[in-house]
């Protein structure tokens, strides 16, 4: 696995540009201690990808009482 958060800058973006962001493809694993997601995100300026990424994280499992 990466670190948290893998991007790669394709287009310049200004002021003024839009961005439209897009997050898909979640995928989740557990351990006995953690909670693993890995998201494929994308963002674009009037329909021209400008970056994408895959950015994970993750949670503790809250203990059981």
């Known amino acids: ?3 948290p958060a893998i991007a790669r800058a394709k287009v310049p973006v200004v002021p003024g540009d839009t961005l439209r ?3 898909s493809n979640p995928k989740g ?3 006995a201690a953690l909670i693993f ?3 494929d ?3 674009s300026v009037d329909g021209q990808l400008v970056c ?3 950015i ?3 949670f503790s499992r809250p ?3």
């Open 63 to 65: 203990e059981r009482t």
């Open 56 to 58: 994970s994280a993750a």
């Open 1 to 3: 696995d990466h670190g």
């Open 37 to 39: 997601w890995r998201f």
């Open 52 to 54: 994408d990424a895959t």
């Open 41 to 43: 995100c994308r963002a």
């Open 29 to 31: 694993r557990r351990s």
């Open 21 to 23: 962001y897009e997050i």
